[in-house]
């Protein structure tokens, strides 16, 4: 609805929308609470990055460096790994401006969730599971992927595949182990 270089150049597009489509008074309000939202998203994002590896560590599939936690129960290992990685990927990315930069990494982080979304909704097709629902989410899927584009779709299959070295020497030093 809006010009696509005006949303391009803009630093707040959500406050744009408003401004064009009402008045300057609202979109402030819907500005702050993007902001809020933003922010409470990098506080589920950090929590995941954290959790995930503490949990996979717990069942041996990840190494155990990851399940160790701080005296308050903090896993700070997954947390360090996280942020180096994160912050490797903003910085070959750093050519972008600040709202390409958020845009990129949206774009692969949701990536990587829809994988999994598409490999639980197969498995609900191969079950027999609520079929109508699960051709929607294979559907719905594939289109978001598509819709993300090759770079963000295809960086998500290199960030996933290059987990499976550390899932191979967690389950080989396992199995080398005497029981």
Known sequence: MLPADKVAASPAPFELFVSTFWSPGPASFVAAFAAISAIGAVNGWTLVQAEVPLEMAKRQMMPRWFARTTANGVPINGLLSATFLGSLLVLANSSQSMAGLFTFMALVTTSVTLWL?????????????AVPFALLGLVFGVWSLWGAGVDASGLSIVLMLAGLPLYWWTRRSLNTQPH
Do not use: G, P, Q, S
């Open 117 to 129: 979304y598409l490999a639980c909704a197969a498995v609900a097709l191969k079950r027999k599971i």
